[in-house]
T-cell receptor, first 115, second 113 residues
Framework: AQTVTQSQPEMSVQEAETVTLSCTYDTSESDYYLFWYKQPPSRQMILVIRQEAYKQQNATENRFSVNFQKAAKSFSLKISDSQLGDAAMYFCASARPNRDDKIIFGKGTRLHILP | NAGVMQNPRHLVRRRGQEARLRCSPMKGHSHVYWYRQLPEEGLKFMVYLQKENIIDESGMPKERFSAEFPKEGPSILRIQQVVRGDSAAYFC???????????FGPGTRLTVT
């Protein structure tokens, strides 16, 4: 079974600083995807970044980057130059594209941006 | 290109009533997924449908819940005889097929009084 664990229920960061959100996962699959989703107060789920397990290079999207440690089953999200609009719930998630395609979510980390 | 649409956005039902949640996938998408988010929790998979077929319903409660995705029209998640514990946000996502990115709708917040 797949599991995704986020051990930080809440985090705070000063505006313009860098913050790292932690995530660990467990899977017996060799082929899987990992994601970070953002859920602002509007509740809309927004895909922030996606990583294919077979790719060694860490994915980046503008100010967002991941540190994918496959052996350790760790997938952390780094947000650089934090902005007020980054305040949201962040969910780490995984999927098995060749099995059932459903996305398994962690419980989330609530990120506060301090002005 | 309109995104995934869900309606209603908010639904209030009394205990024992039926709730019908609708999801219109993005144009060209024939795969629909339903997820439930309880307060202060992550989303949990409920059911995966393709047009006229249920592919995976392993996350669906065995009783009172059903889902369909007919050849024409939106996907429907139906909850019969709702109870307080059904209060949650229900999200629909769509994709053109397996292994493609799932695009999420804005969710329907169901409140059972």
């Amino acid at each position: 079974a797949q599991t995704v664990t986020q051990s930080q229920p809440e985090m705070s960061v000063q505006e313009a600083e860098t913050v790292t959100l932690s995530c660990t996962y467990d899977t017996s699959e060799s082929d899987y995807y990992l994601f970070w989703y953002k859920q602002p107060p509007s509740r809309q789920m927004i895909l922030v970044i996606r990583q294919e397990a077979y790719k060694q290079q860490n994915a980046t999207e503008n100010r967002f980057s991941v540190n994918f440690q496959k052996a350790a089953k760790s997938f952390s999200l780094k947000i650089s130059d934090s902005q007020l609009g980054d305040a949201a719930m962040y969910f780490c998630a995984s999927a098995r594209p060749n099995r059932d395609d459903k996305i398994i979510f962690g419980k989330g980390t609530r990120l506060h941006i301090l002005p | 290109n309109a995104g995934v649409m869900q309606n209603p956005r908010h639904l209030v039902r009394r205990r024992g009533q039926e709730a019908r949640l609708r999801c219109s996938p993005m144009k060209g998408h024939s795969h629909v997924y339903w997820y439930r988010q309880l307060p202060e929790e992550g989303l949990k998979f409920m059911v995966y449908l393709q047009k006229e077929n249920i592919i995976d319903e392993s996350g669906m409660p065995k009783e009172r819940f059903s889902a369909e995705f007919p050849k024409e029209g939106p996907s429907i998640l139906r909850i019969q005889q709702v109870v307080r514990g059904d209060s949650a946000a229900y999200f629909c996502a769509s994709s053109p097929g397996p292994q493609y990115e799932q695009y999420f709708g804005p969710g329907t917040r169901l409140t059972v009084t």
